[in-house]
């Protein structure tokens, strides 16, 4: 805590006094921010603003000076805020007026803004505004009840938090051997630490030591997308360096604590890094990171366990055949290294064979490859012995499941995903009855870790032992059935999605595709769009073994049901990926079907992405491939995709043009749900070209279709152009209530985006300000611009822009 500074004290005061008489001054607006900033930390700053105007007791100027000191003395970031503000503003201090002394005496209730000025007696009751809401992360890995021993190394971990300085970044790396526990008591300490960081916890996986053939370390693009995401962001860029400008614009306020689990260098991490002192970035690896010690971090060695915590944990699954057999137990710990992950592992080898001794555990290990060449095999081969013989204890069944979890493309796994590669080795009706019992033995084995309801996540160590052993062990033919079945699964479950969320996409004829395998039961918009998110790395991981594997159709087709991914969630990065893959695979198929879906679609995540030029060229070859076909429905998706290129380029007459040749082809063929948001298209280029009456025209003929489709989340989006629209034309009463409507819509259900609540809240500020209420504009503008501040700088550049012009 810093030391109380009386002249900085009076130099507020003096700042604070000048500006009262100003409020559309740099100095009142930059107060305005400051207060915003303090106000994050102790609520009752945020009720002494605004001001009283001239002529008011100036003891409310000295409660808030004194009151943003107070909260500078401990919280970093408001300290650099009243610095950079008394550089910007400063005053002389003579301009202070003289404190005054305030008594309230009896009971009584405030309500609304209220300010605290020195001696205050009575009952008194402060009611504050109810905070926005905002995503607050906790996505820590769960606690284990089998966590032992560690008390010195947590009261290290606890050392290091505290004694480093506070205006730096703080970065606090766990290095140790494969198997230490790193990850463990990473989550350990933060869950300890969790009030410290009141605005989320993050963690990613960084995949440093993915099984052979993966495809490596997570690249750190890919864990800016999901943070991002996590933190609300509508869009993410699609550049790493824009990916990670806007990480640390997001996060330059938060107090935000971030375990970053299983890097590979210190150049996959540095993007991650948080930027701001009031956060702090834990680190796991195998590897020192002397990059990032060079750069601040501190570093924590984490050995083994004490052998006596080590005896503890061996003793949850041996009972009493561990203090009988106490000379054994200690060959098994030492030969395991006293790693956690080694040790639990026998733990479990013991509580599977209740009859069996300690003394034979001891022997399996030592017969392994050795804890000799285990350290000169970078540590591995000593936990490596452990899981080939936990491995070799287990049931057939359960070894079969164990062998094809390796092989997926993904870490997250489910009941129906098990059960359909379950049900490749042995066909039959109970295949859910024996993926369960499998199951069941690997969560036994500690091979398999329960993560929320029926879904299921490995350790990275032992899914590198599952890939090796499945590959060793299973025949070629058997691995692509699992794979394939694995794809099936993916299918399926997406087209679940995809009907879900958005019915009208479905590609007609090939439905067969999609029935091989039962899919997750999904339960509606929200649940589908969640696992989608949660699974999209896994469905990427099948497109890519698709595309590798040859399986052409199958790439394509699973590319074009992921749709519903791709609209709501805008991975960019994957968005082009996936379509550039599928975009080959429906040529080398020869589905001219399949060519002319993965043309369009990708050609808008090309234009998400920022790149027009080849967003248009796609646009062009889906179109002529469309005339040539004689598809009308493609050819009108080709010409409003270059209609919207042309908009987003204010080309407005050659919008026009195209979003009407659409119109006319859609109209022709039926096609209702695609002229409406051609109609749509067509509204926002009135709007665009200061025709809102023509805009509104369209707009509602657009939403008045859409709802009778059923498709709310387009009608939704409709319905806010057209109250924004309508407020245009002066209609402020019916504007107003459709922009009302709209945002409710956008707060909850299946219609949540906070990007557009954002631009309703916008919205409404405008309507407030063409009709002079000038309050009601500032309290839309400021919760427009408190929404934008975590998800786009550009956005909030602007709401701050038309705050500073009221």
């Keep these: 805590m810093r030391t109380?500074?009386?002249?900085?004290?009076?130099?507020?005061?003096?700042?604070?006094?000048?500006?009262?008489?100003?409020?559309?001054?740099?100095?009142?607006q930059g107060l305005a921010d400051l207060v915003g900033i303090a106000g994050r930390v102790d609520a009752r700053l945020a009720r002494l603003w605004p001001l009283p105007g001239s002529g008011a007791d100036p003891a409310a100027w000295s409660q808030l000076a004194h009151g943003l000191h107070g909260v500078a003395l401990y919280d970093t970031a408001t300290d650099r805020a009243v610095n950079l503000y008394l550089r910007c503003h400063v005053v002389p201090t003579s301009s202070a007026a003289p404190a005054t002394v305030n008594v309230i005496g009896g009971d009584a209730v405030l309500h609304g803004p209220s300010v605290q000025s020195r001696d205050i007696h009575g009952g008194i009751h402060f009611h504050p505004a109810a905070p926005a809401s905002r995503p607050r992360p906790r996505q820590l890995p769960p606690l284990t009840a089998r966590f032992v021993g560690r008390e010195h190394e947590l009261r290290r971990l606890d050392e290091l938090y505290t004694r480093h300085p506070t205006p730096v970044p703080q970065i606090l790396v766990i290095s140790g051997l494969a198997g230490a526990g790193k990850t463990t008591l990473a989550a350990r300490w933060l869950h300890k630490h969790a009030s410290s960081f009141p605005d989320g916890l993050l963690y990613a996986d960084l995949g440093g030591h993915s099984p052979a053939g993966a495809s490596g370390p997570v690249p750190p693009a890919t864990v800016l997308e999901a943070f991002l995401i996590a933190l609300g962001a509508p869009s993410v860029p699609a550049d790493l360096a824009q990916r990670t400008a806007l990480w640390r614009s997001l996060t330059s306020e938060l107090k935000l604590g971030v375990l970053l689990d299983d890097a590979?260098?210190?150049?996959?991490v540095r993007p991650l890094l948080l930027s701001t002192a009031s956060g702090l970035t834990v680190v796991t690896s195998r590897s020192v990171l002397t990059g990032l010690y060079v750069e601040g971090a501190d570093i924590f060695r984490l050995e083994g366990l004490a052998t006596e915590s080590a005896?503890?944990?061996?003793?949850?699954?041996?009972?009493?055949?561990?203090?009988?057999?106490?000379?054994?137990?200690?060959?098994?710990?030492?030969?395991?290294?006293?790693?956690?992950?080694?040790?639990?592992?026998?733990?479990?080898?013991?509580?599977?064979r209740p009859h069996g001794s300690v003394s034979a555990l001891a022997r399996s290990l030592a017969e392994g490859a050795g804890p000799v060449d285990a350290l000169f095999l970078d540590g591995e081969a000593v936990i490596r012995t452990a899981m080939d013989m936990s491995y070799g204890l287990l049931p057939p069944e359960a070894a079969g499941l164990y062998r094809r979890v390796g092989l997926l493309p993904t870490d997250r796994y489910d009941h129906f995903m098990l059960s359909a590669i379950t049900d490749d080795l042995r066909p039959s009706r109970d295949s859910a009855l024996r993926a369960d019992a499998a199951v069941h033995t690997l969560l036994e084995a500690n091979l398999l870790e329960e993560t929320g309801p029926d879904t299921y996540g490995v350790h990275a160590l032992v899914r590198s032992h599952a890939h090796r052993t499945g590959k060793e062990r299973e025949s070629p033919e058997q691995r692509e059935r699992v794979l394939r079945r694995f794809v099936d699964w993916c299918l399926a479950t997406?087209?679940?999605?995809?009907?879900?969320?958005?019915?009208?996409?479905?590609l007609p004829g090939h439905d067969d595709l999609l029935e091989m395998v039962p899919p997750t039961p999904l339960g509606g918009p929200e649940e589908a769009l969640a696992w989608l998110d949660t699974n999209r790395n896994a469905l990427m991981g099948a497109v890519r073994h698709c595309a590798s594997a040859g399986w052409h159709t199958l790439c394509w087709r699973l590319t074009d049901v992921m749709w519903p991914l791709f609209l709501r969630l805008r991975p960019s990065?994957?968005?082009?990926?996936?379509?550039r893959l599928g975009l080959d695979a429906a040529r080398q198929s020869r589905s001219r079907e399949g060519t002319g879906r993965m043309l369009t679609s990708g050609a808008i995540g090309l234009r998400d992405a920022g790149e027009y030029t080849e967003a248009a060229q796609w646009y062009r070859q889906a179109l002529a491939m469309a005339r040539h076909d004689g598809d009308t429905r493609q050819q009108a998706q080709a010409i409003n995709g270059l209609g919207h290129l042309d908009l987003l380029a204010r080309r407005l007459d050659d919008a026009r043009e195209h979003f009407e040749q659409a119109l006319l082809l859609r109209e022709s063929i039926g096609y209702r749900r695609g002229a409406?948001?051609?109609r749509r298209r067509l509204g926002e280029t009135a709007l665009a070209g200061d025709d809102p009456t023509g805009a509104a025209r369209h707009l509602r003929q657009a939403h008045d279709e859409l709802e009778s489709l059923g498709d709310m989340y387009e009608a939704t989006r409709v319905l806010a152009l057209l109250g924004h629209a309508l407020v245009r034309?002066?209609?402020?009463?019916?504007?107003?209530?459709?922009?009302?409507?709209?945002l409710a819509d956008f707060r909850t259900g299946g219609s949540r985006s906070e990007h557009w609540e954002g631009r309703c809240l916008e919205w409404l500020g405008m309507a407030a300000?063409?009709?002079?209420?000038?309050?009601?504009?500032?309290?839309?503008?400021?919760?427009?611009?408190d929404l934008f501040c975590r998800l786009s700088p550009t956005d909030t550049q602007r709401l701050g822009d038309s705050l500073r012009d009221l």
């Design 311 to 352: 005896m503890e944990l061996l003793t949850m699954g041996g009972g009493a055949r561990v203090s009988r057999e106490r000379a054994a137990a200690q060959d098994v710990i030492r030969l395991c290294g006293r790693l956690p992950l080694a040790v639990g592992l026998a733990s479990a080898q013991l509580a599977l």
């Design 4 to 28: 109380p500074d009386p002249e900085k004290v009076e130099a507020l005061l003096a700042a604070v006094a000048a500006c009262a008489d100003s409020p559309r001054s740099a100095a009142w």
């Design 676 to 678: 409406a948001l051609s």
């Design 573 to 579: 990065g994957m968005w082009i990926e996936a379509h």
């Design 769 to 785: 300000e063409a009709q002079d209420d000038l309050a009601t504009a500032r309290r839309y503008y400021s919760a427009a611009r």
């Design 494 to 506: 997406a087209a679940v999605a995809e009907n879900i969320l958005v019915p009208s996409h479905r």
């Design 729 to 742: 034309t002066q209609d402020h009463e019916g504007g107003i209530q459709r922009l009302r409507e709209a």
């Design 264 to 268: 590979v260098s210190s150049a996959q």
